[in-house]
């Protein structure tokens, strides 16, 4: 199984970015899937998730209103849309996969002015 996450970077407070993870070596259609953060000297949160068909998602409070998770099952793909960042977005942004435990390598997003 491999997950490999991009689309991380440096954005602005208050601006967007668009996450995206590839999967393969697992039926993707089959899983919920999470995003997860973890940001410096803390602990790796949850941030989002989505039932295999797509039909229901998860956000944590932290992100209501600014997060949007999303995946095509065609391409084997999850999404994490952020809009709104603030300075508290800066984290490692980790794509799990519970087939049984599988981790992506992670995509750094640092919001800064």
């Known amino acids: 199984v491999q997950l490999v996450e991009s689309g991380g970077g440096l954005v602005q407070p208050g601006g967007s970015l668009r996450l995206s993870c590839e999967a393969s070596g697992l039926t993707f259609s089959s899983y919920t899937m999470r995003w997860y953060r973890q940001a410096p000297g803390k602990e790796r949160v949850l941030v989002a998730a989505?039932?295999?068909?797509?039909?229901?998602?998860y956000l944590a409070d932290s992100v209501k209103g600014r997060f949007t998770i999303s995946r095509d099952n065609a391409k084997n793909t999850l999404c994490l849309q952020m809009n709104g960042l603030t300075r508290e977005g800066t984290s490692v942004y980790y794509c799990?996969?519970?087939?049984?435990?599988?981790w992506g390598q992670g995509t750094q997003v640092t919001v800064s002015s």
């Open positions: 799990h996969a519970p087939a049984p435990d599988y």
């Open positions: 989505i039932i295999s068909s797509g039909g229901s998602t």
